[in-house]
């Protein structure tokens, strides 16, 4: 399956943007969906994922209560609504698909696609 994001952009503290993730090539309800970020010098980390049917989440400590994670298996695509901006959360973000790979943390290692990253910039 491919995915493709976007929405990412340029954002002051305190906004809001909402990221997309749209698959091709494969159900998405197939797919447990997750939402990393990598900035820059530092490792790839979890952000969120979503159950197949979309009936269970999980977030990091970093993102909840800010962030939240949803899909359209109907529309196949995911998606990451991001609220109260902090600088902090400037990264590139990814979102990624796994055939069975879903809990209340997610390792980069065990997901099987991902996309090429949207950027995310939040100003002070």
């Known amino acids: 399956v491919k995915l493709v994001e976007s929405g990412g952009g340029l954002a002051q503290a305190g906004g809001s943007l909402r990221l997309s993730c749209e698959a091709s090539?494969?159900?998405?309800?197939?797919?447990?969906m997750g939402w990393f970020r990598q900035a820059p010098g530092k490792e790839r980390e979890f952000v969120a994922t979503?159950?197949?049917?979309?009936?269970?989440?999980y977030y990091s400590v970093a993102v909840e209560g800010r962030f939240t994670i949803s899909r359209d298996n109907a529309k196949n695509t995911a998606y990451l609504q991001m609220n109260s901006l902090k600088p902090e959360d400037t990264a590139v973000y990814y979102c990624?698909?796994?055939?069975?790979?879903?809990?209340?943390?997610?390792?980069?290692?065990?997901?099987?696609?991902w996309g090429e990253g949207t950027l995310v910039t939040v100003s002070s």
């Open positions: 990624s698909a796994a055939w069975y790979h879903f809990g209340p943390t997610l390792a980069p290692g065990g997901m099987d696609y």
């Open positions: 090539g494969g159900a998405l309800s197939t797919y447990a």
């Open positions: 979503i159950s197949w049917s979309g009936g269970t989440t």
